[in-house]
């Protein structure tokens, strides 16, 4: 076998049609596009999905599920990992050195999953309870400062003015 002999399967490869060559070819004519409306017309074109204007199917299916844009943001770390670690002084910064959380990950969040044993000092990265119970048994510190959150004055509200009291259209005001 030699490559400039080499030929693809009968009947595998079909000449494409040339239609609106001409009627004995069998796409003349309308090659193709069928008698009138806006499909035979050139520039007759409408988006992927149109129904002529009546609302397409996939507007009309319900949308099931969520996909969040900060899911990643926050990672939580099971304190067994912990208890791997070379530092004593954990922060997000350790966490991300040691390769325990990735490098685009805004926080993390220690969870009570595994045994810690050694003394460690966690801070500025939270924790569960029973994840702060296992440091503290162990002998170690947990040190996290809650983000203030600046509550915004609220507005007052106007006072409706009283309606001034009119007679009826009907009455006239006797004077």
Do not use: C
Request: aromatic letters at 4%; charged letters at 35%.
């Amino acid at each position: 076998m030699k490559l400039n002999t080499l030929k693809p399967a009968a009947g595998s490869k079909q000449s494409r049609h040339r239609v609106g060559r001409g009627g004995a070819s069998g796409w003349g004519k309308t090659a193709g596009r069928g008698h009138k409306g806006q499909r035979a017309r050139s520039g007759g074109f409408h988006k992927v999905g149109f129904e002529g204007g009546q609302m397409p199917l996939h507007r009309r299916l319900p949308k099931r599920g969520f996909h969040s844009l900060t899911r990643g943001d926050v990672v939580e770390v099971r304190i067994g990992r912990l208890e791997v670690m070379k530092a004593t002084d954990i922060d997000l910064a350790a966490l991300k050195a040691e390769g325990v959380v990735s490098q685009q990950a805004l926080a993390a969040k220690v969870i009570l999953a595994g045994k810690l044993s050694r003394k460690i000092t966690l801070k500025e990265v939270k924790a569960s309870k029973g994840a702060r119970a296992m440091i503290e048994a162990a002998g170690g510190r947990y040190e996290f400062t809650e983000p203030k959150v600046e509550e915004k004055p609220k507005k007052e509200k106007k006072a409706k003015k009283p309606a001034a009291e009119e007679a009826p259209k009907g009455e006239a005001s006797k004077s």
